[in-house]
């Protein structure tokens, strides 16, 4: 499961601008890279033309998803993943990038910036942390966590039942033994009263 | 004699007629009648309530007689319509009293209701409602409870000292139920909001923008349709897309808001049921260690037993071996003697 790009843009009345855009592309070839990544920001933005305020959607295309997101502001953010990876991850991801985007950069700077003159570093950071999303989302980490402790019961709970079978067993085993001192002390009394020849 | 006279008519020690029963009211309306009937009135409350003995009939007689030993019917209508306000003050009491446990009864089921913790299946309107109307009846109860206090307090003048304090007592011990009622009421508030700060910050804690889920898709996939037809001619040809975007780009973008909160819905349950499926486990757990633990005891206890009789054994044993090793030398010393004086009759008779 892997996420390849994330990148937010600004939807403007015609077309859509990009804003700032953080890759991971190291599943790709050398000489491949810069045309993916060409690729990649051009479909960002043409899915973000292409989609209303206030919606969310994910575009399937040759064996990627593209999952976006447009706010009621016009600020809209685009993550392109594999098939495999959660689409709700994705989504939680989307709307923590742009919260954290709009809390940093100001609105002013929204319908004319480019990446270089946005400054916003945490994309990479968020990319990064989002490659594995079991960790990075809360939900599914508390998910995990909790199948986890339910295994970890399962086991616990037969253990206990071996448990009780060899207490069972040293029960037997003890009384076992309780029978036979008992028997062993009265024959060393009768040992003693009995015979007093010698 | 006055022992059992709860519910029955007061009287003072001479049986003068000083008061009516509360349970009486229609009794009395009905003996306004100056006819002197004798005894026809069976009274209304079941005579089969044994704890109390029912001299209704001997009040009635007594009524009669003090009546005819005044002046008759002039003064009588005055007694009559004291009869009539006390019945009237009893019977608002009555009503005021019915109208408390109503009450109360629709705050206990509101308290229920606000104590409910889980995040989802919240009946936040039924108990909006139930607190408009509870508040409501605690408003009009006030009311009513006023108006009790001003027909107690502008009849006072005419009614005897026990009867003031009779309605001053009765209106008290109404105004004090009322209260605790309010009292109840308002900590029900506190719950409900208490729960729902909760809620809220368990919201948030899950998800981390609860701000941005309101879906409006019918606005969206138009919007959407339209550009969609602008952006057909102007797509370049050396970028294949291969997007699908016709009659499914509709149902997606509905689809998509909905299917995205719904999964999430669909997580959350998920894991309260995990959450409560593990207390009960771990429940099972404590119940089985607990039965274990019996086991064990006995275990214990045949141990200790064995390790008694082993140690009883080795004394045991120990003794006889004292006693054969003292033994012989007891025996030793016996035969010495006994082959000493074998020598000695030897001896003696050779």
Redesign the interface.
């Known amino acids: 499961m892997k996420l390849y790009s994330l990148s937010v843009l600004h939807k403007g009345a015609t077309k859509s601008n990009l804003l700032k855009a953080a890759y991971d592309l190291s599943s790709f070839s050398f000489f491949q890279r810069s045309s993916v990544q060409e690729?990649m920001t051009?479909?960002s933005a043409?899915i973000v033309?292409?989609?209303?305020?206030?919606?969310?959607?994910?575009?399937?295309?040759?064996d990627y998803l593209c999952h976006v997101y447009v706010?009621n502001d016009s600020l809209g953010a685009v993550v392109i993943a594999d098939s495999e990876y959660p689409?709700?991850v994705c989504?939680?991801l989307l709307?923590?990038v742009?919260?954290d985007f709009s809390r940093q950069v100001d609105p002013i700077d929204w319908p004319s910036g480019s990446p270089t003159t946005i400054q916003f570093t945490a994309l990479d950071a968020y990319l990064a942390k989002y490659q594995n999303p079991r960790e990075a989302d809360?939900?599914t980490k508390?998910?995990a966590e909790?199948?986890e402790?339910?295994i970890i019961?399962?086991n616990?709970?037969e253990s206990?039942?071996e448990?009780?079978e060899k207490?069972?067993d040293?029960?037997q085993k003890?009384?076992h033994?309780?029978n036979q001192?008992?028997a062993?002390?009265k024959?060393?009394?009768k040992?003693?009263s009995c015979c007093e020849v010698? | 004699m006055n022992t059992r006279r709860r519910h029955g008519p007061r009287s003072n020690e001479d049986g003068v007629y000083l008061g009516p029963s509360l349970t009486q009211p229609q009794l009395l309306q009905q003996a306004e009648a100056p006819v002197p009937t004798s005894l026809p009135l069976a009274p209304p409350v079941d005579a089969g309530r044994g704890s109390c003995r029912d001299r209704t009939t001997e009040f009635q007689s007594v009524c009669r007689s003090l009546q005819s030993r005044q002046n008759g019917i002039p003064t009588s209508k005055p007694a009559l319509s004291a009869v009539r306000q006390r019945s009237d003050f009893t019977l608002f009491a009555k009503r005021i009293g019915r109208n408390l446990s109503n009450t109360f009864a629709k705050l206990e089921k509101l308290t229920m209701l606000a104590k409910r913790k889980s995040l989802f299946d919240d009946k936040a309107t039924e108990i909006d409602e139930l607190t408009y109307i509870v508040k409501q009846d605690i408003n009009s109860l006030n009311k009513q409870i006023a108006q009790l206090q001003e027909l107690v307090r502008s009849r006072g003048g005419q009614n005897g000292r026990h009867l003031q304090t009779h309605s001053n007592t009765v209106v008290v011990s109404l105004q004090s139920k009322l209260a605790a009622m309010s009292n109840d009421f308002k900590s029900v508030l506190e719950v409900r909001t208490e729960n729902l700060k909760e809620q809220h910050s368990r919201r948030e804690?899950?998800?981390?923008?609860p701000a941005?889920y309101?879906p409006?898709?019918a606005?969206?996939?138009n919007?959407?349709n339209s550009?969609?037809m602008q952006?057909e001619s102007k797509q370049p040809g050396d970028?294949s897309?291969?997007?699908?975007?016709r009659a499914s780009?509709q149902m997606?973008?509905v689809n998509?808001?909905n299917s995205?909160i719904q999964?999430?819905a669909d997580?959350?349950q998920?894991?309260e049921t995990?959450?409560v499926?593990?207390g009960s486990?771990?429940q099972?757990?404590a119940h089985?260690?607990k039965?274990?633990e019996e086991?064990?005891q006995?275990?214990d206890a045949?141990?200790e037993?064995?390790?008694f009789?082993?140690e009883?054994?080795?004394t045991?044993?120990l003794?006889?071996f004292q006693?054969?090793s003292a033994?012989r030398w007891l025996?030793i010393k016996i035969f010495l003697i006994l082959i000493i004086f074998f020598i000695v009759f030897t001896v003696f008779l050779a």
């Open positions: 690729f051009f479909t043409l033309e292409r989609s209303g305020l206030g919606s969310r959607a994910s575009v399937k295309e040759q706010r689409s709700r989504f939680t709307d923590k742009l919260d809360a939900m508390v998910q909790l199948d402790t339910k019961l399962h616990t709970m206990l039942l448990r009780g207490l069972d040293l029960v003890s009384e033994l309780g001192s008992k062993f002390y024959t060393a009394r040992q003693n010698m | 804690q899950f998800s981390q923008a941005h309101a409006n898709s606005h969206n996939f919007a959407g550009l969609l952006d970028v897309i291969d997007m699908d975007f780009q997606q973008l998509e808001q995205y999964s999430r997580t959350m998920n894991i995990t959450i499926e593990l486990i771990f099972q757990l089985m260690v039965e274990q086991t064990v006995r275990i045949n141990v037993d064995t390790s009789n082993v009883a054994a080795h045991e044993i003794k006889y006693s054969v033994n025996l």
